[in-house]
C-alpha cells in the first residue's frame, strides 16, 4: 500500500499530465473557435509534495504554418476581435486520449525504534529476538553472543549467573524491564533465566545510561522490552523439551479495543531443568584418593512459574498510556555443591516468591512529554538445609550427620522478606526544533527483615530481625542538540545521588548496634553522535559514574552472600569511543561493521569474594578496565546467507596503592574472561511449501580464551587454578511459515555440539552435549 505522500505525487503527476496534454491540444490548428458555453480548464493549484516527482511537460508544438507565395509582402500579426458563432455551428472540438499516468515504485522507508537507538548518541546496542524466539537458547545465550557481554553460569539452567558489561559485572550493571527494575517486574532471579519469547528486543547501554532510566549503574543498563501495544489482538505460544528434563512454557495474548483505547495482554510462563547431566569431578574412593570420575548430577532442579496481567487505556487525548501491571511468580532451586565444587550436597534448597505491581503513565503535550512511574513489590527468599546426611557425588548417602545442616555443619532455616518502592518522573521538553531539555528523578525504598527459625544461640536476639532499610534517590538533567540538519547530536547531563541507610548489625557479643549512614555523590557526562554520511556515523561519550551499593551487597541474600554493611559506593569515568559503517543494497550484498573502544577507571570496585562456604562483597580500592571490541557481519543478495562475527579483548586490573589489595596491583582482576569471540552463520531457503516459509540452518559458535580463577602473582605458575580455553557450538534447523496474521515454526537444536568441557567457574561444570525441540505459534 502506498503511504498519502506516494498517493499525492501520483495525483500531481497525473495532473501535470492532463495540462501537459491540452497544452499540446491547444498548440494543434484549431478547427474552430470555443464555444461560449465552454469552461476553460485551469492549471492545476501547485502541491507543496509535487516536487518530489517532477511533472513530465511535453515539448512546445509549433503549428505547420504553408509557406507564403514568392514576392509577397510579409505577414504582419493582426489582432482580431473574437466572433461569436452559434453553439450549433461548432462541431464538437477533438478532445486527445490522455494517458494514464505509469506506475512507479515508491519505497517508503519506516525507521524503527531499534534503529533509530542505533543511529541515536546514546552508547548503545540493540538485539532483536525475532530469530531468537524461534531457537531454544535462552536470553543469557542470546545476550552473551553480543560484543562485550560475558554471561557465566554456575551450572545449568537457572544456575547463579554473573553478567559482565565491558569489565564490569553483577550488580554494577543495572537490568530493566520495559524501564522498571528487573527484580521488581517479576525475574528476581536474574536476566539470563528470563524466557526469551517474552522479550522483542534487548537495549545494552554501556557505561553511559541515559537520565530517563533513573538509575546510578557504574558500568551500563541493560533494558528489556516487551512487544508493543500497537496489536489490536494477538496470541503467541511456544514449547520447548529437551535433555534433562528441561521443559519451557510461554503465553501471551493482548487485545486493544481501539474505540475506547482499552488495553488488555496477559502472559504467563513454566520453567523445569532436572539439570541431571554427567560431568567429571574427585571423587573420593575408598583409599582416601579423589580420581577424577564421571557422575551425573542429582541435586540441581530448577522450577519457576510465573505470570502477568497488563490492562489500561491507549491512545486516548487525556493519555498516550495508562497502564497497570501486576505479577507473581516462584522460584525453587536445589543446591548440589559449594562455589568451589569442593563439597557436595544432597538436600539444601533455596526459593523464592515475589509479586508486586507496576503503573504507568505517558502523555505528550504540544512541546512536553511527561511519563510517570510507580512500582511496588514484595519477596519473600526461604533458605533451608537442614540435611540429616553425608552425600558422595553419586548421591548416595554414606553416613549420617551428628547434627542436621551440610553447608554449616549446623541447621538453616531462614526467611527473608523484603519490600521494594520505586518511582520515576521524566519529563522531555522540547524548547525548540534543535533543542530539548529532558529531567527526571527517582526515589527508591528497600526494607528487609527475616526470621532463623534455628539460631546457632537461642539466648542471643535474631540478626535478621534487625532493622535493614535503604532508601535512595537520583535525579538527573540534560541538554539534547540536534544541528547541521541532524547529522549532530549532543547530550550533556548532570546526576545526583543520594542513599540513606538506617540498619543494625550484631556484634559478637550478640548486641545490636545501629548502623546509620548517608552518602551523596554527584556526577556529570556528555554524549556524541556525527553522521559522516548516510552509512557511516561516529560516536563518543563520557560519564563520571556513581553506583550506590545494592540492597543484595549490603544485607545479603540468605545464601551464599553474607552481609556487609560497611560498603562504600563505587565510582568510575567512562569512556566510549565509536565507528559504524554499513552498505545497502550492493551487488555482493549488505556489510556492516562496528568497532567500540572503552575504558572504565573504577575507584572502591565492589567485587564479591568467596570464601569457604559462603562469599562476601568488599570493596578493592581501583581497577581499570581497557578493551576494545569488533562487530562484522554480511547479508548476502536474496538474505539467503548470514555471516556474523565478534571479538572482545578486555584488560581489566587491579591499580590499586593501598588497603589489602595493594599487592596484586597492576594484575587481571580474577576468575574472569579477557578475550572472547563469537561467529554464526544463517543459511537459508525460501518458498519450500508455500509462498511464505523458509527453512534455515543455524551454526553458532563461542570461544573463550583461558583465565585464571585467582590472582596472577602470587604461587607457582604451574599450579594455579586456570580455566582452560573453550570453544562451544551449537546448530539448528529452523522452519518457519506464515499465513497472514499466523505464524508457526519448528526448531531442533544441539547445544555444545561437540561435547566440549565447559566451565565458566573453576570446577563447575556447564552441561555438555544436548538434544532440544522448540515449537512457536502466533496468531
Known amino acids: 500500500m502506498l503511504s498519502s505522500c506516494a498517493r499525492d505525487s501520483l495525483q500531481n503527476l497525473a495532473k501535470a499530465a492532463t495540462f501537459g496534454a491540452l497544452v499540446l491540444i491547444s498548440a494543434l490548428p484549431a478547427r474552430a473557435q470555443p464555444a461560449p458555453g465552454d469552461v476553460p480548464v485551469a492549471a492545476p493549484a501547485p502541491d507543496a509534495n509535487a516536487s518530489q516527482i ?89 545476550l552473551a553472543r553480543t560484543s562485550g557481554v560475558g554471561v557465566q553460569r554456575a551450572g545449568g539452567l537457572g544456575s547463579d549467573t554473573r553478567f559482565s558489561l565491558n569489565g564490569l559485572t553483577d550488580d554494577q550493571i543495572r537490568f530493566f524491564l520495559d524501564g522498571v527494575p528487573l527484580e ?52 503467541v505460544a511456544s514449547i520447548m523439551a529437551g535433555s534433562f528434563g528441561t521443559y519451557r512454557l510461554t503465553a501471551s495474548a493482548q ?81 548440589q555443591n559449594n562455589l568451589l565444587m569442593t563439597a557436595v550436597y544432597g538436600e539444601p534448597t533455596r526459593s523464592e516468591l515475589t509479586s508486586g505491581a ?20 514484595w519477596d519473600q527468599i526461604d533458605f533451608k538445609d537442614l540435611g540429616t546426611c553425608v552425600y558422595d557425588w553419586y548421591g548416595r548417602c554414606v553416613r549420617p550427620r551428628p547434627q542436621p545442616g551440610e553447608i554449616l555443619g549446623r541447621p538453616i532455616d531462614q526467611l527473608y522478606w523484603t519490600n521494594s518502592g520505586y518511582a520515576r518522573l521524566y519529563a522531555d521538553w522540547r524548547v525548540a526544533r534543535e533543542h530539548s531539555v529532558r529531567f527526571s528523578l527517582s526515589p527508591s525504598l528497600v526494607q528487609r527483615t527475616g526470621e532463623d527459625n534455628r539460631l546457632a544461640n537461642p539466648n542471643k536476639p535474631d540478626p535478621l530481625a534487625a532493622e535493614r532499610d535503604l532508601y535512595g534517590l537520583v535525579s538527573g538533567i540534560d541538554y539534547k542538540l540536534d544541528a547541521l540538519a541532524e547529522r549532530l547530536e549532543n547530550v550533556l547531563f548532570v546526576k545526583d545521588y543520594l542513599q540513606v541507610l538506617r540498619s543494625e548489625e550484631q556484634l559478637s557479643t550478640g548486641v545490636l548496634r545501629r548502623v546509620d549512614r548517608t552518602q551523596h555523590r554527584a556526577g556529570l557526562g556528555d554524549t556524541l553522535r556525527l553522521t559522516i554520511s548516510s552509512s557511516v556515523f561516529a560516536k563518543a561519550s563520557y560519564e563520571w559514574a556513581t553506583r550506590m551499593p545494592r540492597s543484595d551487597e549490603i544485607f545479603g541474600n540468605g545464601w551464599p552472600v553474607q552481609p556487609n554493611l560497611q560498603l562504600k559506593p563505587e565510582f568510575s569515568h567512562n569512556v566510549n569511543l565509536e565507528l559504524d559503517a554499513s552498505t545497502e543494497g550492493t551487488q555482493v550484498g549488505t556489510f556492516h561493521g562496528n568497532l567500540n573502544g572503552f575504558l572504565r577507571e573504577v575507584d572502591d570496585l565492589i567485587v564479591l569474594v568467596p570464601q569457604k562456604q559462603t562469599a562476601l562483597y568488599q570493596n578493592v580500592a581501583d581497577a ?75 551454526w553458532n559458535t563461542r570461544y573463550v580464551h583461558s583465565f585464571l580463577r585467582g590472582w596472577e602473582g602470587p604461587g607457582d605458575p604451574t599450579t594455579k587454578l586456570n580455566i582452560p580455553a573453550q570453544v562451544v557450538h551449537s546448530l539448528a534447523l529452523v522452519y518457519a511459515t506464515r499465513r497472514g496474521s499466523r505464524a508457526l515454526s519448528f526448531t531442533g537444536e544441539v547445544q555444545n555440539l561437540t561435547d566440549a568441557e565447559v566451565y565458566d567457574f573453576f570446577g563447575v561444570p556447564r552441561p555438555g552435549r544436548a538434544f532440544y525441540f522448540k515449537t512457536t505459534g502466533s496468531l
Open 54 to 142: 517532477p511533472e513530465q511537460v511535453p515539448p512546445e508544438t509549433t503549428p505547420a504554418v504553408e509557406p507564403a507565395p514568392a514576392g509577397a509582402p510579409p505577414a504582419v500579426p493582426v489582432e482580431v476581435p473574437p466572433v461569436e458563432v452559434p453553439p450549433a455551428e461548432v462541431p464538437p472540438a477533438e478532445v486527445l486520449p490522455v494517458a494514464e499516468p505509469a506506475a512507479i515504485d515508491v519505497t517508503v522507508r519506516h525507521q524503527s525504534e531499534a534503529e533509530r537507538l542505533r543511529r541515536s548518541a546514546e552508547a548503545v546496542s540493540v538485539i532483536e529476538t525475532k530469530d531468537a524466539r524461534r531457537q531454544t537458547a535462552d536470553l543469557g545465550e542470546v
Open 184 to 235: 521488581m517486574a517479576g525475574f528476581p532471579f536474574g536476566i539470563a533465566n528470563v524466557n526469551v519469547n517474552l522479550i522483542d528486543r534487548a537495549e545494552v547501554f554501556r557505561g553511559v545510561v541515559p537520565i530517563r532510566f533513573g538509575a546510578d549503574a557504574l558500568g551500563g543498563a541493560v533494558n528489556l522490552v516487551s512487544e508493543g501495544t500497537q496489536a489490536k489482538r494477538r496470541a
Open 255 to 335: 487485545q486493544l479495543h481501539e474505540p475506547s483505547g482499552w488495553f488488555t495482554r496477559a502472559s504467563a510462563f513454566l520453567d523445569h531443568a532436572d539439570n541431571d547431566y554427567p560431568m567429571t569431578t574427585n571423587v573420593a574412593d575408598d583409599t582416601g584418593k579423589d580420581p577424577l570420575s564421571r557422575v551425573y548430577r542429582f541435586h540441581d532442579a530448577y522450577r519457576a512459574v510465573g505470570g502477568n496481567i497488563e490492562t489500561g487505556v491507549v491512545d486516548r487525548k487525556w493519555a498516550d498510556r495508562l497502564l497497570l501491571r501486576v505479577f507473581l511468580a516462584d522460584y525453587y532451586r536445589e543446591i
Open 358 to 377: 507496576t503503573l504507568s503513565y505517558e502523555h505528550a503535550l504540544r512541546n512536553v512529554t511527561v511519563s510517570a512511574l510507580v512500582a511496588y513489590a
Open 624 to 698: 581499570r578496565s581497557l578493551g576494545v571490541e569488533a562487530v562484522a557481519d554480511w547479508t548476502s543478495p536474496g538474505r539467503y546467507l548470514v555471516l556474523a562475527g565478534n571479538t572482545t579483548y578486555v584488560d581489566f586490573r587491579n591499580t590499586s596503592t593501598r588497603g589489602a589489595f595493594a599487592k596484586f596491583e597492576g594484575e587481571r582482576i580474577p576468575n574472569r574472561p579477557w578475550l572472547f569471540s563469537n561467529g554464526s552463520a544463517k543459511l537459508t531457503a525460501h518458498e519450500l511449501v508455500s509462498t511464505r516459509d523458509e527453512l534455515s540452518l543455524l
